[in-house]
Each structure stands twice: as structure tokens, then as C-alpha cells.
Nanobody
Framework: QVQLVESGGGLVQAGGSLRLSCAAY????????MGWFRQAPGEEREFVAA????????YYPDSVKGRFTISRDNAKNTLYLQMDSLKPEDTAVYYC?????????????????RGQGTQVTVSS
């Protein structure tokens, strides 16, 4: 397992951008599939993006495709989420997660390391 610490959240106006970072502490980051999830108050946790261990394959739901970009820097043990054209409905706590096991990258239960989350608020 790895320890994950998110940063970069904040308040932004609709149409703006934010970049989230997730610092990983542990030796397995470079071989882990990494994901971003989010949860708004009163809502279920939602898959946002995932990336394979080499960064060659990325996955997004339709709700963020074309607006969000996931990337990673294995030399820095850091995962990123670039969020552009933000909408008020993107407001949520964003979590990064890691897994070295097989399973759907879109499923929260597939990940065995999770961060504490960072708040993103998009005002209209």
C-alpha cells in the first residue's frame, strides 16, 4: 500500500480551472493503477478518472471527458488531475486512490489505498 495526500483544491468560478495533485509515499506507486473519485454532499462516490501504471491508458466517465485530464509523474511519485471548464456540478471532495490488484478501475472497491480528499467548490 501507499500513503496518499491530495492538494490543490479550492474555490473557483464556473469555467475556470484547477489542478489537483496527489503525493504518494511508498514503493509501489510506479506499479500502481491510480484513480480519482469525487463525492458531493448527499451523493454517492463517483469515478472521475484513472490511469495505468505507465500512463499509457486513461479512463474517464462521460461527465468529465474532454474537460479533465489525468496524468502521473512516476519519478516524483505524484498523480495529477487537470480540471478545465469547471461547472458547479463538479463541486465535491476529490479523492485519489491506488491499486496494484486486478479489478475495474471505475470501482472504488478495487483500490486498496485512498487519500483523505481535497475540497473543490465551483461557484456559478
Amino acid at each position: 500500500q501507499v500513503q496518499l495526500v491530495e492538494s490543490g483544491g479550492g474555490l473557483v468560478q464556473a469555467g475556470g480551472s484547477l489542478r489537483l495533485s496527489c503525493a504518494a509515499y511508498g514503493s509501489t506507486f510506479s506499479t500502481s493503477v491510480m484513480g480519482w473519485f469525487r463525492q458531493a454532499p448527499g451523493e454517492e462516490r463517483e469515478f472521475v478518472a484513472a490511469i495505468d501504471w505507465r500512463g499509457g491508458s486513461t479512463y474517464y466517465p462521460d461527465s468529465v471527458k474532454g474537460r479533465f485530464t489525468i496524468s502521473r509523474d512516476n519519478a516524483k511519485n505524484t498523480l495529477y488531475l487537470q480540471m478545465d471548464s469547471l461547472k458547479p456540478e463538479d463541486t465535491a471532495v476529490y479523492y485519489c486512490a491506488a491499486t496494484s490488484s486486478a479489478g475495474s478501475v471505475r470501482y472504488w472497491g478495487s483500490y486498496n489505498s485512498r487519500g483523505q480528499g481535497t475540497q473543490v467548490t465551483v461557484s456559478s
